[in-house]
């Protein structure tokens, strides 16, 4: 990816339009994945993340191949991002399909902030700040009457999940939320170390997508049951998973990275939306009322100090960033 550099208005515009279209892109996932119901929720995250990873692999191999020296130094830190790379669309796309698509996407979406917060309290030994506990209080809370309102629905309605099946999606998107976490400190931790974005992603996807490979073998046969469900694979793969990183790689290339962080926060409410107009699932107004707090949480812990943004906006370019990747520790 590229550096985000001083631009015009009009570049910050067309900056912006990128990386709102690959939220929007990122929040159809779960919705398209409910049009192939007989696709298993494995064989869904396999195809995306394990296709997606190994074609940003492909794209960026110029680049992995000029830095493989700095990779295979730092080749425990690419197999940790690697193995998260590989659990977290099974963790993820298994949420959503025991959960429900709203509640499993601001779940993992919601739950990964907090994640790297603990992760980088852990092991960088940063320490939490305020900020940080009053996200967290706010994420928390989201979550906890986003769950409730799901759990109150399974009781309801032709078809309506179990309890025991919406605490295990929770569960399980909660799971997703860490293993994001940890793939975005390994990419962090790589980027900082001299390794160019394009080949610390390229490799920890590519390897994450290799991984996914015997998965996709052993879940996949029913992606080629019909036109239908092929599609749905190669959507997954084509657009939200490839197209999306690349959008926003595009965006950040004219916009901060704080800025193109906060404008992500569209995913969320278009994962729920589409829910609700598309699936056909029904939110209640306490469910509404969580993704509304788990976003602010979202939003406490990457929109930085209107200061701060200045002061660094004026004394350099930001670094590198991965995709959707942001320090979230709230200094």
């Known amino acids: 990816m590229t550096r985000a550099v001083g631009a015009g208005t009009g ?5 912006s339009l990128c990386v709102l279209l690959a939220s929007v892109l990122w929040g159809t996932t779960g919705t398209a994945a409910t049009l192939a119901p007989g696709v298993g929720p494995l064989a869904i995250g396999a195809v995306a993340m ?4 190994l074609l940003q692999a492909l794209v960026a191999a110029p680049r992995i191949v000029r830095e493989a020296p700095r990779l295979r130094a730092r080749g425990g830190v690419v197999l940790l991002g690697a193995l998260a790379v590989g659990a977290y669309p099974l963790a993820f796309y298994s949420s959503m399909h025991l959960a429900g698509v709203a509640a499993g996407t601001v779940v993992s979406i ?13 092991v960088d030994k940063r320490r939490l700040t305020r900020r940080w506990t009053g996200g967290a209080a706010l994420g928390l809370a989201g979550t906890v009457l986003l769950c409730a309102a ?6 309801t309605g ?7 099946a919406t605490v295990l999606g929770v569960g399980l998107g909660l799971v997703a939320g860490f293993t994001y976490a940890l793939y975005s400190w390994a990419a962090h931790r790589l980027i900082s170390g001299g390794i160019s974005s394009g080949a610390a ?3 920890v996807f590519g390897i994450g997508g290799l991984l996914l490979m015997p998965v996709l073998l052993r879940t996949g046969a029913p992606l080629l049951d019909s036109w239908t469900t092929a599609g749905v694979g190669v959507y997954m793969a ?11 790689g595009w965006g950040l290339a004219h916009v901060p990275a704080s800025t193109a962080t906060t404008l992500t926060l569209l995913e969320p409410a278009v994962a729920a939306v589409l829910a609700v107009l598309v699936v056909g699932e029904r939110l209640p107004a306490a469910g509404w009322a969580g ?14 100090g209107r200061a701060a943004g200045r002061s660094r906006s004026r004394g350099r370019d930001e670094a590198p960033v991965s995709p959707r990747l942001t320090d979230v520790s709230g200094r």
């Open 50 to 53: 394990g296709f997606g990873g």
């Open 150 to 155: 799901e759990a109150a629905q399974a009781h």
């Open 11 to 15: 570049s910050v515009g067309v900056g």
């Open 158 to 164: 032709s078809g309506a999940r179990s309890v025991g």
């Open 238 to 248: 084509l657009v939200p998973m490839f197209l999306g990183y690349v959008l926003f």
């Open 110 to 122: 919601g739950s990964a902030p907090l994640a790297s917060a603990v992760v980088e309290r852990v």
């Open 201 to 203: 992603m390229g490799g």
């Open 291 to 304: 993704i509304v707090l788990v976003v602010g949480c979202l939003a406490v812990l990457t929109v930085p």
